[in-house]
């Protein structure tokens, strides 16, 4: 089975700015997270969608949001981007919504903000 | 809330000599449990988990991790360090309290001597 893949893995964006990453799952698993990681906060839950719709979310601002395709793909947008959103974001699938199920992550999209 | 302490945030072991690395969490029920590794560049890959049943998991690479609810600790260890173990390493809890999202600790990274 194909992993969890990103795109783009690179990218550069200037302040105010909009940016979109894409995560397409492990093929069956339907739940999608996404985590910022940074040096200064380390790995920070951004949220999680299941069947198309956000089950989980966690403390960041609105400029954040996400959403999940019929396909189970996700996209996350961050809108009028910060210097300090500058981190890896990381995107994670797994099968079901257990605490149990592990979540299988992809290699990251790499944003650096000018 | 959940949180995670990894103590040590750089470690130096020499090849062939023991690798632990230290994870405690504060949960007022026991949670699911894993550890993570990241290589330079890449994704989280999972290294082992403990969800039910024996407390000593045995995960890849020849890592395994005890479960110790008294001490609600969760440390890995490996009997003898490779070349290719350097790596970050993340604890990470899930409880379903928190909507099974992934806590990490701060993570530990491993610089393996020759």
């Known amino acids: 089975k194909a992993g969890v893949t990103q795109t783009p893995r690179y990218l550069i964006k200037t302040r105010g700015q909009q940016v979109t990453l894409s995560c397409s799952p492990i093929s069956g698993h339907r739940s999608v997270s996404w985590y910022q990681q940074t040096p200064g906060q380390g790995l920070q839950f951004l949220f999680e969608?299941?069947?198309?719709?956000?089950?989980n979310k966690g403390n960041f601002p609105g400029r954040f949001s996400g959403r999940q395709f019929s396909n189970s793909r996700s996209e996350m947008n961050v809108s009028t981007l910060e210097l300090g959103d500058s981190a890896l974001y990381l995107c994670?699938?797994?099968?079901?919504?257990?605490?149990?199920?592990?979540?299988?992550f992809g290699p990251g999209t790499r944003l650096t903000v000018l | 809330a959940q949180s995670v302490t990894q103590l040590g945030s750089h470690v130096s072991v020499s090849e062939g000599a023991l690798v632990l690395l230290r994870c405690n969490y504060s949960s007022s029920v026991p949670p699911y449990l894993f550890w993570y590794v990241q290589y330079p560049n890449q994704g989280l890959q999972l290294l082992l988990k403990?969800?039910?049943?024996?407390?000593l998991v045995k995960g890849i690479n020849g890592f395994e991790a005890e479960f110790k609810k008294s001490e609600t600790s969760f440390h890995l260890t490996k009997p003898s360090a490779h070349m290719s173990d350097a790596a970050e390493y993340f604890c990470?809890?899930?409880?379903?309290?928190?909507?099974?999202?992934?806590?990490f600790g701060g993570g530990t990274r491993v610089l393996v001597k020759p």
């Open positions: 990470a809890v899930s409880e379903e309290a928190a909507g099974n999202k992934l806590t």
């Open positions: 994670a699938s797994r099968s079901g919504l257990a605490g149990a199920d592990t979540q299988y």
């Open positions: 969608y299941f069947s198309e719709t956000q089950r």
């Open positions: 403990y969800t039910t049943g024996a407390t």
